[in-house]
């Protein structure tokens, strides 16, 4: 088998994956096959990045496992014309996957260094409609708001009022939450005329959201 034989033959377990684990909206799967993990996996963990697992990357955080990216993404319900706000841009992959689908994605991150090696995954990607910013993802991004959709990458105790206060009416929101790294559950927010309807979709695991700028 050829190297080339052996990648196609590893994407394609990766999509089954995918399809096994829940997630089977058509735009969602062409997104995934379409963007490649191994763009933003480094190092020692390059050799996994089509295994359904979350790997280490820098400053302490990590690239989430496949399977959550999708799930995530299929519960946002992302539209052609949206405008996406992504809290927590770790590796970009999740951002680089709403580049798809949305017609512009927000990406921020505390920690400078991984929004800029985003970035530049992103430029060599030619993901032209991604825009990459280091600053405090706790307070959104007051200045482009509002937004179609939001989705969070980080738990908070409860969702953020800052960022529901960002969100279209009609517009939905995808985040962790949870007072602990052990006790979590992946909840959807839709904005209403008259509020927020609050619908609890899986438990989950993911790093905390933290105020305030990383010190690297």
Do not use: W
Not at 76 to 87: C, F, H, K, N, S
Not at 91 to 98: H, P, R, T, V
């Amino acid at each position: 088998m050829t190297e080339a034989d052996e990648l196609a033959q590893r994407k394609m377990q990766f999509l089954f994956a995918l399809r096994s684990k829940g997630v089977t909206e058509a735009r969602v799967l062409a997104a995934m096959e379409r963007i490649d993990r191994g763009a933003f996996v480094r190092g020692i963990f390059a050799e996994r990045a089509y295994e359904d697992m979350p790997l280490p990357i820098a400053c302490g955080q990590t690239i989430s496992q496949p399977s959550v990216v999708g799930l995530m993404t299929q519960a946002l319900e992302v539209g052609t014309r949206d405008t996406v706000l992504e809290i927590g841009t770790g590796s970009g992959y999740q951002a680089a996957i709403l580049s798809v689908l949305a017609r512009r994605v927000y990406t921020v991150d505390r920690h400078r260094r991984l929004a800029r090696e985003a970035q530049a995954v992103f430029e060599a990607l030619d993901l032209a409609n991604i825009v990459s910013l280091a600053t405090d993802g706790s307070r959104g991004l007051p200045d482009q708001a509002p937004f179609d959709r939001i989705l969070v990458t980080a738990a908070a105790e409860d969702p953020p009022g800052p960022l529901l206060s960002q969100l279209k009416i009609g517009g939905i929101m995808v985040l962790p939450v949870g007072q602990s790294d052990t006790v979590q559950s992946l909840i959807r927010v839709t904005r209403t005329e008259d509020g927020f309807d609050y619908e609890e979709l899986r438990p989950v695991r993911f790093v905390p959201l933290i105020e305030g700028m990383a010190g690297d």
